[in-house]
């Protein structure tokens, strides 16, 4: 059973920062895929961001330039550095790894940007 933890979200003015991070339990975090996924209110749950094991990344438009994702295989974790925030930011945030074919969530973290 592959556990995450997920840390970093909060309350930030529009055009501030802030970083996720998703702590992965299991040797083998290297080889996972990783993921952050977004779901405001009444809205369904978005790709934000990507990186996989090789280290390409990718990014949604509309955080394209602004974010950016990473990970610490020797930490078991996957970043994601939120800046230039925006009140359309505002939304739970999840990590997802795939590890041996299976998806793992983690329990999420709310981000809430003020104007």
């Known amino acids: 059973q592959v556990q995450l933890v997920e840390s970093g979200g909060g309350l930030v003015q529009a055009g501030g920062s802030l970083r996720l991070s998703c702590a992965a339990s299991g040797s083998i975090f290297s080889s996972d895929y990783c993921c952050w996924y977004r779901q405001a209110p009444g809205k369904q749950r978005d790709l934000v961001a990507d990186?996989?094991?090789?280290?390409?990344?990718y990014y949604a438009d509309s955080v394209k330039g602004r974010f950016t994702v990473s990970r610490d295989n020797a930490k078991n974790t996957v970043y994601l550095q939120m800046n230039s925030l925006k009140v359309e930011d505002s939304a739970v945030y999840y990590c997802?790894?795939?590890?041996?074919?299976?998806?793992?969530w983690g329990q999420g973290t709310q981000v809430t940007v003020s104007s």
């Open positions: 997802k790894i795939t590890r041996a074919f299976r998806d793992y």
């Open positions: 990186i996989t094991s090789g280290g390409s990344t």
